[in-house]
């Protein structure tokens, strides 16, 4: 069963516009997420995280928001540019169980269009 | 080094070889993570190391996967007897102290092909 799900494999946006990517997860132990990006033939490359404490975190043009009674997170990239075009993927851990495992969705392939 | 490395970049196997995958962390770090990773699927956990010792492989698909990191840097994982589902890319991750909620920093990948 999968535990973190991207339920939308591919997304495109025009160049400017605000992307939104959406996760959702079903073990409640989960308390700590990540957002990461990965370009063809390289590793993910970290983006953006959050702890459950929270509901929302800045960085630049990414913010990632946290609804925990939905067990839901989205990423918001705005404005989004030719380059953000990569596959997205968010990730969970239960860090108060001991484990620093993370727990992957399947991804979304995010293209923007100039 | 700048990252995490890893080596090689590609392998091929036949089934029934054995290969060995090797990954380089970045310099102090404290953790390092196998994850494998299927065709249209994301990273699935392997195993895990703090130092040298291997806290969790509860990942790992079957006895024929094994993972040492002997002197707390770099770790070798090691299939044997390679079938064809194990095709996937192996991607290594390390992070630095080895804390809940370190952020982990992922190399390159091995691409593993089984014929």
């Known amino acids: 069963d999968q535990q973190v799900k991207q339920n939308s494999p591919s997304l495109s946006v025009q160049e400017g516009r605000i992307s939104i990517l959406n996760c959702d997860y079903t073990n409640s132990m989960f308390d700590y997420f990540l957002w990461y990006k990965k370009y063809p033939a390289e590793g993910p490359t970290f983006l953006i995280s959050i702890s459950s404490i929270k509901d929302k975190n800045e960085d630049g043009r990414f913010t990632v928001f946290l609804n925990k009674s939905a067990k839901h997170l989205s990423l918001h990239i705005v404005p989004s540019q030719p380059g953000d075009s990569a596959v997205y993927f968010c990730?969970?851990?239960?860090?108060?169980?001991?484990?620093?495992?993370?727990?992957f969705g399947k991804g979304t392939k995010l293209t923007v269009n100039p | 080094g700048a990252g995490v490395s890893q080596s090689p970049r590609y392998k091929v196997a036949k089934r029934g070889q054995d290969v060995a995958l090797r990954c380089d962390p970045i310099s102090g770090h404290v953790s390092l993570f196998w994850y494998q990773q299927a065709l249209g699927q994301g990273p699935e956990f392997l195993t895990y190391f703090q130092n040298e010792a291997q806290l969790d492989k509860s990942g790992l698909p079957s006895d024929r996967f094994f993972a040492e990191r002997p002197e707390g840097s770099v770790s070798t994982l090691k299939i044997q007897r390679t079938q064809q589902e194990d095709s996937a890319v192996y991607l290594c991750?390390?992070?630095?102290?080895?804390?809940?909620?370190?952020?982990?920093?992922f190399g390159p990948g091995t691409r593993l092909t089984v014929l």
């Open positions: 990730a969970a851990s239960a860090t108060q169980g001991g484990s620093e495992k993370l727990v």
């Open positions: 991750a390390s992070s630095l102290k080895g804390a809940m909620g370190d952020t982990q920093y």
